[in-house]
């Protein structure tokens, strides 16, 4: 092809544009903030971001701006993997009944907690991980690492999550549904004793349901991504313990959540210290606080902790 001499001095001495700057230094700070928030980003999260801290008074920047950015220097979000059952059923005459029926929204603090427990492949053995999150902020309030599946594993998540919130203010749990599923650690006399030390009730999934407790789960699959496979391998209980402290205060603290507003647990529960936000639509009575006995008629709802 041939071009004019004009045309090709003009190409190589002419300074870069505006544009052309902008985008290298929007470049330069989504590479940075990819990097300290655990490369687990794509574009949709990037866009909340970048736009929600501004130190250099850029402007607003539009999504297709980012993902054009982040596709030229090769970022993604993480992706997630499916992973094996490793729960230990309980009979189901031990289970109490399922109090949400696969409806995993609340409309306060504290109305409904769930848990669950993962497991953390290291060069010394497994370790297992539990959490504990309220589901109306998906706020982490509890966790727990163990080298094994005993039932203190699960009993010292919950016990950090009672404090955590006593801690906060909250000293009344009563009307509290713990949701889990039918795994043993959960439905040990123990477990169900400081349960009940806080009137609180519990509630279990159905068996061989994969969206009976599909919220933990969906925490559980975040850690797994975010944190586990991205920034392994692993020694053993120390380093996990040390990162996965790390990766829950990041989760409450910085990431934004698309399912509450693209805040974080914690920006969200100081938007609506009382509960319920105003333009929340009420769904099946779940807009009023939990009630333990009867049926209660639901959506099928399957929640995204994105």
Same mark, same amino acid.
């Given at each position: 092809m %041939?071009?004019?001499p =004009?045309?090709f001095?003009?190409?190589?001495? &002419?300074?870069?544009?505006?544009c052309?700057l902008?985008?290298?230094k929007?470049?330069?700070?989504?590479?940075?903030v990819? /990097?300290?928030?655990?490369? $687990?980003?794509?574009? &949709?999260?990037m866009?909340?971001?970048?736009? #929600?801290?501004?130190?250099?008074? &850029?402007?607003?920047?539009?999504?297709?701006?980012?993902?054009r950015?982040? &596709?030229?220097a090769?970022?993604?979000?993480?992706?997630?993997? %499916?992973a094996?059952? @490793?729960?230990? +059923?309980?009979?189901?005459e031990?289970?109490p009944a399922d109090?949400?029926?696969?409806?995993?929204?609340?409309y306060?603090?504290?109305r409904?907690w769930?848990?669950?427990?993962?497991?953390? #492949?290291?060069? +010394?053995?497994? !370790?297992?991980?539990?959490?504990? @999150?309220?589901?109306?902020?998906?706020?982490?309030?509890?966790?727990?690492?163990?080298? =094994?599946?005993?039932?203190?594993?699960? %009993?010292d $998540?919950?016990?950090?999550?009672i404090?955590q919130?006593?801690?906060?203010?909250?000293?009344?749990?009563?009307?509290?549904?713990?949701?889990?599923?039918?795994?043993?650690?959960?439905?040990a006399? #123990?477990?169900?004793?400081?349960?009940?030390?806080? /009137?609180?009730?519990?509630?279990?999934g159905?068996?061989?349901?994969?969206y009976?407790? $599909?919220?933990?789960?969906a925490?559980n699959?975040?850690y %797994? $991504?975010?944190?586990?496979?991205?920034?392994?391998?692993?020694?053993?209980?120390?380093?996990?313990?040390?990162a @996965?402290?790390?990766?829950?205060?990041?989760?409450?603290?910085?990431r934004?959540?698309? +399912?509450?507003?693209?805040?974080?647990p914690?920006?969200?529960?100081?938007a609506?210290?009382?509960?319920r936000?105003?333009?929340t639509?009420?769904?099946?009575?779940?807009?009023?606080?939990?009630?333990h006995?009867?049926? #209660?008629a639901?959506t099928?709802? !399957?929640?995204r902790?994105?």
């Amino acid at each position: 092809m %041939k071009i004019a001499p =004009s045309t090709f001095y003009a190409h190589t001495t &002419r300074p870069p544009s505006a544009c052309t700057l902008r985008d290298e230094k929007l470049t330069e700070e989504i590479i940075t903030v990819h /990097q300290a928030n655990y490369d $687990a980003y794509g574009a &949709r999260k990037m866009h909340v971001v970048i736009n #929600r801290d501004d130190p250099h008074q &850029r402007g607003h920047v539009a999504r297709c701006t980012i993902e054009r950015l982040m &596709r030229a220097a090769g970022l993604h979000g993480i992706v997630r993997a %499916k992973a094996p059952n @490793t729960t230990r +059923s309980a009979p189901r005459e031990k289970c109490p009944a399922d109090l949400v029926n696969r409806h995993f929204a609340s409309y306060w603090p504290n109305r409904l907690w769930v848990a669950d427990i993962t497991y953390v #492949r290291t060069f +010394s053995g497994w !370790v297992y991980v539990a959490f504990v @999150t309220d589901v109306f902020s998906q706020m982490i309030v509890g966790w727990q690492c163990s080298r =094994s599946l005993y039932t203190g594993l699960a %009993k010292d $998540a919950l016990t950090m999550g009672i404090y955590q919130r006593r801690r906060e203010g909250w000293n009344n749990l009563s009307g509290l549904v713990h949701h889990s599923d039918r795994g043993v650690q959960y439905r040990a006399f #123990r477990y169900g004793e400081a349960l009940d030390d806080e /009137q609180a009730v519990a509630s279990v999934g159905s068996k061989g349901d994969p969206y009976d407790n $599909a919220l933990a789960e969906a925490v559980n699959s975040l850690y %797994k $991504a975010e944190l586990i496979r991205n920034r392994g391998p692993w020694t053993g209980i120390d380093d996990v313990e040390a990162a @996965t402290s790390e990766w829950v205060h990041w989760f409450n603290t910085t990431r934004p959540h698309s +399912s509450i507003e693209y805040k974080s647990p914690a920006e969200f529960e100081e938007a609506y210290p009382h509960g319920r936000a105003p333009d929340t639509p009420v769904v099946d009575g779940a807009d009023s606080p939990v009630p333990h006995t009867g049926p #209660r008629a639901r959506t099928r709802t !399957v929640p995204r902790a994105a």
